[in-house]
Each structure stands twice: as C-alpha cells, then as structure tokens.
C-alpha cells in the first residue's frame, strides 16, 4: 500500500512537531515546513519518515515552490496541516498598528498563502483535508489581544467559508481550536493558563480528529472549550462581566 503523505507547517516547534512525530510514528510520510532549518533538520534525523521543506510563510512564491517540492518527492499530498502562527503578549496590550500587521502576514496572510499553494491540487485530486489552526482566541475578543485574536477570528471565517467551496470537490476544510497548551509560544504568557496540556496531548487529539473522525472543528481540551463556547453565545454585557472578572481585567 502507498504511503499517505501530510504537510505540516509550524513544524520546527510546538503542535506541528509534535503532531509531525505523530503522523510519522504511525508511517506517514511528513513533510515538515517552517523558517528554521537547524530545527526541521534536527527532527528529521530523528524520524525516518520526515523530511525538512523549509519556508517563510509569508512569501507566496515560495509557498508554491515548497509545494511542488513536497508534490515532486512524494508524488501525492493528503493532508495539509496549516499551524504557523506567532503570538507576543507583550506587544498586544496596546494599538500597535505596525505589530497588528506583523502578525495577520504570519497568522493569516501566511495561513491563505499555504491554502492558495494547495487550493488546484486538492480541487483536481477531490479528495484530502486541508486543515487551519485557528484558537480559543478567536471565539470571542479577549483582554490584551489586538492582533493575535482577531487573527485567529478572521482564520475561523475563512475556514467556514472555504469548508462550502471546497465540499463541492469532495475536500474537507478542517478548523483546529487548541486551548492551552506548553509550547514555545505559550511559555511567554505570564498568567496561569487554565487546563494547560501537552504538545504530545495535541497531537493526540489532531491525529484522532483527522484520521478517525470527519467533524469540521477538532477543539480541545473539552473542558475549556465547550465552556467558552457557551460564553460565545451570551450577551456581550453577561460576557464582559464575566471574563472581565475571570482575567482580572482592571479599569486604569
Ligand atoms: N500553544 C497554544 O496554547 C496554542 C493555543 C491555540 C492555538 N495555537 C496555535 O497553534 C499553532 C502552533 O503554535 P505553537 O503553540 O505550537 O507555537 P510555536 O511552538 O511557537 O510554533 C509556531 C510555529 O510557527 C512557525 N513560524 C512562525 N512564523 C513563521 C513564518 N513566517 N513562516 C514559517 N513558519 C513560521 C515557527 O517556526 P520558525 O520560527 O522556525 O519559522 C513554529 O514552528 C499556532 O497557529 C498557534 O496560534 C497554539
């Protein structure tokens, strides 16, 4: 039988190498993609069914090139898992409109430029999953969260209206909405993160979600999302109130 084959962005740290070692543990071919090449190179002397495709994602020619690199090794791609993202909390508390750009190019100008680079393959192929990271910040605005929550808000809307357009081919649009979990990223956050899980957990959850299940949205941990699921539907001064006093908010 043919090997099947996964490209994983954000995968030099974090939930894309975790979920790269998963994938590849159970004989996947992976193509492994992000900006540091010592990383990717480092996981892949480690597992023998990973191979370093390294990328900036906001560069849109190189997105296509990296492609058709990963096309041209392992003739087919089935499953995109699209998970680079940059989030720092201290440049969020304030309208900082340069900073704001910054991290839509990466969020989600990087996440579109990937999804264009697959968008003819996977219409001619009818068939496969292209999977976002989103997060638990795109629910609903939070504290301190100019750019990266509304990021990830804007990445919700484009997979649900992707999932219409692409079912027409028989190609699943798959939404991921972690909650907290310890990777590189989160270790910048300086108040106690609820529920907090492993990278390996993730994986875990992502694998499962993927292979086994056919649901658009994999959210995890349930505790901590379906609670703020419910909060997304309350009133916004209900809401206010609660995460106001949840997070410590304080009037200056
Ligand atoms: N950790 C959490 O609690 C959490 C919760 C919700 C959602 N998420 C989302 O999950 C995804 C993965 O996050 P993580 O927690 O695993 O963080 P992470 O360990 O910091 O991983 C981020 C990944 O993105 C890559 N990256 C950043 N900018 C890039 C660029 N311009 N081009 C190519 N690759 C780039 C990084 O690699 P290089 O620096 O080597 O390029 C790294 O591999 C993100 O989208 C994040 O928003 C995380």
Same mark, same amino acid.
């Given at each position: 039988?043919?090997?099947?084959?996964?490209?994983?962005?954000?995968?030099?740290?974090?939930?894309?190498?975790?979920?790269?070692?998963?994938?590849?543990?159970?004989?996947?071919?992976?193509?492994?993609?992000?900006?540091?090449?010592?990383?990717?190179?480092?996981?892949?002397?480690?597992?023998?069914?990973?191979?370093?495709?390294?990328?900036?994602?906001?560069?849109?020619?190189?997105?296509?090139?990296?492609?058709?690199?990963?096309?041209?090794?392992?003739?087919?791609?089935?499953?995109?898992?699209? @998970? =680079? #993202?940059?989030?720092?909390? !201290?440049?969020?508390?304030?309208?900082?409109? %340069?900073?704001?750009?910054?991290? +839509? *190019?990466?969020?989600?100008?990087?996440?579109?430029?990937?999804?264009?680079?697959?968008?003819?393959?996977?219409?001619?192929?009818?068939?496969?999953?292209?999977?976002?990271?989103?997060?638990?910040?795109?629910?609903?605005?939070?504290?301190? @969260? =100019? #750019?990266?929550?509304?990021? !990830?808000?804007?990445?919700?809307?484009?997979? %649900?209206?992707?999932?219409?357009? +692409? *079912?027409?081919?028989?190609?699943?649009?798959?939404?991921?909405?972690?909650?907290?979990?310890?990777?590189?990223?989160?270790?910048?956050?300086?108040?106690?993160?609820?529920?907090?899980?492993?990278?390996?957990?993730?994986?875990?959850?992502?694998?499962? #979600?993927?292979?086994?299940? !056919?649901?658009?949205?994999?959210?995890?941990?349930?505790?901590?999302?379906?609670?703020? *699921?419910?909060?997304?539907?309350?009133?916004?001064?209900?809401?206010?109130?609660?995460?106001?006093?949840?997070?410590?908010?304080?009037?200056?």
């Amino acid at each position: 039988m043919n090997k099947k084959t996964i490209w994983i962005t954000g995968g030099s740290t974090g939930i894309g190498k975790a979920l790269a070692i998963k994938f590849s543990s159970k004989g996947w071919n992976v193509a492994v993609s992000a900006r540091r090449v010592e990383l990717l190179n480092e996981l892949c002397d480690q597992n023998e069914n990973i191979a370093a495709f390294p990328l900036d994602v906001t560069n849109k020619e190189i997105c296509f090139e990296v492609f058709n690199k990963i096309k041209s090794k392992f003739n087919d791609i089935d499953i995109c898992f699209f @998970s =680079t #993202g940059t989030w720092d909390p !201290k440049k969020e508390k304030d309208i900082d409109v %340069e900073q704001m750009k910054e991290v +839509f *190019k990466v969020n989600f100008f990087g996440t579109v430029n990937t999804i264009k680079a697959v968008e003819q393959h996977f219409k001619e192929r009818k068939n496969g999953i292209i999977t976002i990271v989103s997060s638990i910040a795109g629910y609903r605005g939070l504290p301190n @969260s =100019t #750019g990266y929550g509304p990021s !990830k808000s804007a990445l919700n809307n484009l997979a %649900e209206s992707l999932y219409f357009d +692409f *079912k027409r081919y028989n190609v699943r649009v798959c939404l991921v909405s972690p909650g907290f979990i310890k990777t590189p990223m989160t270790d910048k956050n300086d108040f106690k993160m609820p529920f907090l899980k492993t990278p390996e957990y993730a994986a875990d959850q992502i694998y499962d #979600g993927l292979v086994n299940k !056919k649901s658009f949205e994999i959210h995890f941990p349930k505790a901590l999302t379906i609670t703020l *699921k419910i909060l997304s539907f309350i009133p916004s001064k209900i809401y206010f109130n609660l995460v106001g006093r949840l997070t410590k908010y304080q009037k200056k």
